[in-house]
């Protein structure tokens, strides 16, 4: 055997029994993977040259003791459209054509004005703010662990709203590519099509049902694997939310092993 080769099965032993993990967002996570670049990248992921272990970590919530939603007005219509929002199970409503707001920024104004001087019901539940990242978004961030359950509707105007939450539950499975860890000449970073001759197929006795918003974490075994992939589905939202509710996951990650003098620090 080549002293190159040597050590690259030395560099493998050692990342297989690391215990960092170098975390990579995986973007997309619905549905089975459905190209060669869906997933995580494994062979040569940064100082990781091949591993035979990884973690991956699914976050149902953006704040983990908290859940967050938002109400966010996709068309506006300043002078028809009732809003109808209900909080765990105390109503509001607005009237657009009474209320009259002079722009898109005094209607979501209005709108967190209207939430945050509700009932107790509500406010013991969440607080409401202009979104941050958002302006045409109503931020709902919860104050208690447990959740709160929310509905909202628009109607009248041409005005539309899309709604949405962090989800309660969640099954995960999954996937991998086949090809080699070690090679002779290791594939550059980044290509899609290292080591995947034969496509996507399910890890065996990996699937993970009934997690809960708490998220789910696990180390799972990707030896000859050169792509990882979560699948996230079943993914449910509170049974008092709205028809129209949408329950989200925050992020998924995978992160193949590496050794802790080698680490990234960031």
Known sequence: MSGGSTERLNRAGELAIGLTPEWADQ???????????????????????????????????????????????????????????????????????????????????????????????????????????????????????????????????????????????????????????????LTPLGDPNAGNPDGWAKAANAVWPGESYRGWHERFDIAGRARAYLEVFNVLKDPADGATLVATIHKVMIGPHVIEATAATA
């Open 27 to 185: 973007v997309a996570f619905t549905g089975a993977p459905d190209s060669d670049s869906s997933g995580v990248f494994l062979v040569g992921f940064g100082e990781n040259k091949g591993t035979a272990g990884a973690q991956g970590q699914v976050n149902a919530r953006e704040e983990l003791h908290r859940r967050t939603g938002r109400i966010t007005v996709d068309t506006f219509d300043l002078l028809v459209g009732v809003f109808d929002i209900t909080i765990e199970a105390a109503p509001l409503s607005y009237d657009t054509s009474s209320e009259l707001p002079a722009d898109n920024e005094e209607l979501i104004q209005d709108l967190v004005d209207l939430i945050n001087g509700g009932p107790s019901a509500i406010t013991d539940a969440l607080t409401a703010s202009v979104d941050p990242d958002d302006a045409d978004a109503v931020l709902l961030v919860g104050k208690i662990e447990a959740g709160w359950a929310l509905t909202a509707t628009l109607t009248g105007g041409t005005g539309a709203i899309t709604v949405t939450a962090d989800a309660i539950g969640f099954d995960v499975r999954l996937f991998t590519t086949p090809g080699g860890i070690i090679r002779d000449v």
